[in-house]
C-alpha cells in the first residue's frame, strides 16, 4: 500500500486499491474509505446527466407511484411504519420531512400518503421533473448544501442513497442537523463498506496482487465518494450532533443499480453473494435512525 495524499480526519491515508479511472483511499484513523481524486463539481454533475444513469432499474421500475413494487418500496415503508412509532411527539397538522437526494420522487409520495407535508431536493434536473409529477411536494433544484432553508423547521430529514455520493459527508450531516427540530430525526441510508461484498472484492484484489479488479471495479462506483462502516457513520453522526438511536441492514439488490456493464458470472456470483450476506448480517446497505444530541 502506499500513502494518498489526501487526509480523511488529519490522520494520513493509505491508497488501498488502484483502479480504471481513480484509487481508494482508506483513512489510518478511522477506516473511511474515499475516492481519490474526488471528482470536480462538473464532472460530479455530469454523472447525473447521464442517460445510463437515469435510466438503470432503480429509477425506471420505481418512478411509477407507490404502487410499484421496487424493493426500495418496502425499505420505505418500513421506515416510514419506523417514524410513526417513534416520532409520536409530532403534532398529526403539522409533520414536515425533507428528502435529501429525492430522485425521482418515490419515497416522497409514500410519505405523502402517510401524511407527511414534504420537500425534496434533488441535484439532477431531470430526476427534479420526474419527482414533480410524481408527488406535490415542494421541490428544490440543486446542492443540498447550497439551497436556503430555515433552520431547525423538519420533523424528518431523510437521505435515500446519497451519503456515498457527496463530497462532503461531514458538512451534509452538519446541515441535517441545523434543519431539525427538537426531537427530531435523521434517516441515513448508505453503503456499508464491511458488507461481505467488500470483504470478497478485497479478497480477489489482494490474492490476485491487485490484477483482478473485476469486482472492486463494481464495488467502488464513480458515482460514489465515500465508503463508511457503521462505526465511521457513528463517528461522523457524533460529529454532526446526532446519534444513532436504531439501524438495521439491507441487500443490495445488485441489478437494480449496477451502472457498469458486467458479465453475466458476476451478475449471478453477484445475487448469491447478496442472499449469503443477509445470513452473515454483512449487508451491502445500512440504515440508520438518528436523533439530535
Ligand atoms: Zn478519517
Redesign the pocket.
Known sequence: MTRCPR?????A?QTVYRLRRFDVCR??????MFRHPLPEQAELEGYYADPAYLESAYFADSGQGPAAAGPEVGIYLESLAWLDGNLVSVSAGERKLLDVGCGNGQFLALAEQHRWKCEGIELSHELCERARSLCVAELHRGDFLDVDLPAASYDVVTMWDLLEHVLDPDLVLARARELLRPGGCLVVFTINSESLFNWLGDISYRATGGRLTTAVELLYDARHNWYLTPS?LD?LLKQAGLRAVDRCQHRAYLGRWLSEPAPVWVKVAGNLVDLASMAASQCYRQLVYCRAV
Open positions: 487526509r480523511c480526519c488529519g490522520a491515508a483513512c489510518e484513523s478511522c477506516a473511511a465511521t463517528r
